[in-house]
């Protein structure tokens, strides 16, 4: 896990040495020490900690610098990482600024310079701020994290793969959670949604389903120019035909354009399948069946079919990234496409609101709430079932 940060912040070279090596004598075993020259290489620190999930514990800013005040930056700071410490180091002259950031960016302390000895002057009250961050803080997640909106059917369709891909993600409501709305803004994608932040520090804007599936370590490109049998679809019918396939030595190829498991995938509870006498979940099941696949010598690849075309003996599966692959017989398991509405006022709200077959994780984000399950079959039964779990009414 990332170690928490110390951010020293000093204009004069100097003192922020003697800064850091104090703040390094001390903390260096719990805690990242870092320094930055100046307000605004403090800032575009914070964000790009911020971005790759590190907490920053403690600010540990000089008042007097050119250009931005150590009070002007902790007060943007605080947009960032609003439950940092933060303590101001100032000259005798300074203490009206130190009393009045009190006021105006909630200062926790002040520190008059020199600070010798750090023993007595210095570790004292950052081991008590410190020490009441810790109590407060909960460790960041190190995973994907997906920063959108409910308002945002990309948001919704992000989410969707991720979750029928069983990817564990963090999702940061920008409309709940200020840090996040400004990480957007700075970030320069206030208007694209949602971003998705990755623990190596980059991140991807509004992606696609094969960006997605290209970051998060997909196959997303065959590995062989031509295959004894490729099928298209990988729900419980594909998966099937991939294990059986692969285990009597045949090259086999499973192509899906979302998640294997398909819409079986998405159920809380599947009773009937052969195997399983007390029940399955559908993405327990999808799992086990790709797992066993790939196990036999099956590749999965996440990718859309386009168009398949005969050429004597063989045939020729066309990919959406304009790739062809060869093969001696397709199968098609492309399984069934949910039957729309056209209720009046629909469009507009879906992804938002309105789904088709939601996945089971959008289930706690309607927690207290009212839902109504539009279908009376045994899907529609199964999500009532598992909705009423956290909604106010079914």
């Known amino acids: 896990m990332l170690k928490p940060v110390i951010l020293a912040v000093d204009d004069d070279p100097e003192v922020l040495r003697a800064v850091e090596r104090d703040l390094r004598q001390h903390y260096r075993s719990d805690y990242r020490i870092l320094k930055a020259?100046?307000?605004?290489?403090?800032?575009?620190?914070?964000?790009?900690?911020?971005?790759?999930?590190?907490?920053?514990?403690?600010?540990?800013?000089?008042?007097?610098m050119p250009g931005m005040s150590g009070t002007q930056m902790l007060r943007e700071a605080l947009k960032i990482h609003p439950d940092s410490r933060r303590v101001l180091l100032t000259a005798y002259a300074d203490t009206e600024a130190a009393i009045s950031g009190i006021n105006d960016v909630g200062l926790d302390h002040y520190l008059m310079k020199p600070w010798d000895p750090p023993s007595e002057r210095l570790y004292p009250v950052l081991d008590?701020?410190?020490?009441?961050?810790?109590?407060?803080?909960?460790?960041?997640?190190?995973?994907?994290?997906?920063?959108?909106?409910?308002?945002?059917?990309?948001?919704?369709?992000?989410?969707?793969?991720?979750?029928?891909?069983?990817?564990?993600?963090?999702?940061?409501?920008?409309?709940?959670?200020?840090?996040?709305?400004?990480?957007?803004?700075?970030?320069?994608n206030a208007e694209r949604l949602p971003v998705v932040f990755f623990p190596d520090g980059s991140r991807l804007v509004s992606p696609s389903n094969r960006e997605l599936a290209e970051k998060i370590g997909l196959q997303t490109h065959a590995r062989l120019p031509f295959y004894d049998v490729v099928i298209v679809g990988a729900g419980p019918a594909g998966l099937a035909a991939a294990v059986y396939g692969a285990s009597e030595g045949l090259r086999t190829l499973l192509i899906e354009q979302s998640a294997p498991g398909g819409q079986?995938?998405?159920?809380?509870?599947?009773?009937?399948?052969?195997?399983?006498?007390?029940?399955?979940?559908?993405?327990d099941l999808a799992r086990r069946a790709a797992a066993q696949a790939r196990r036999f010598g099956a590749e999965v690849?996440?990718?859309?079919?386009?168009?398949?075309?005969?050429?004597?003996?063989?045939?020729?599966?066309?990919?959406?990234?304009?790739?062809?692959?060869?093969?001696?017989?397709?199968?098609?398991?492309?399984?069934?496409?949910?039957?729309?509405?056209?209720?009046?006022?629909?469009?507009?709200?879906?992804?938002?609101?309105?789904?088709?077959?939601?996945?089971?994780?959008?289930?706690?984000?309607?927690?207290?709430?009212d839902v109504c399950v539009v279908g009376a079959g045994n899907s529609a039964a199964q999500g009532a079932l598992f909705f009423s779990r956290y909604a106010r009414k079914v």
């Open 37 to 64: 020259a100046s307000g605004l290489e403090a800032l575009e620190a914070s964000r790009q900690l911020k971005e790759r999930g590190a907490p920053i514990a403690l600010f540990l800013v000089d008042e007097r």
């Open 128 to 188: 008590d701020l410190l020490s009441d961050w810790r109590a407060r803080w909960r460790p960041p997640f190190e995973g994907i994290r997906v920063a959108g909106a409910r308002s945002s059917p990309k948001s919704y369709a992000v989410k969707e793969y991720l979750s029928n891909n069983q990817v564990p993600y963090q999702w940061i409501d920008v409309d709940q959670d200020p840090s996040a709305r400004e990480l957007i803004r700075t970030a320069g």
């Open 264 to 283: 079986a995938g998405t159920s809380s509870r599947i009773e009937n399948y052969l195997g399983f006498p007390s029940g399955i979940s559908g993405a």
């Open 301 to 369: 690849l996440a990718q859309e079919t386009v168009s398949v075309r005969r050429e004597d003996p063989y045939r020729i599966v066309r990919l959406a990234d304009g790739t062809d692959v060869s093969c001696y017989a397709v199968i098609l398991a492309t399984g069934v496409s949910v039957r729309t509405m056209n209720a009046p006022g629909m469009q507009p709200l879906l992804g938002i609101g309105i789904y088709y077959g939601a996945a089971m994780t959008e289930a706690a984000t309607y927690r207290g709430q």
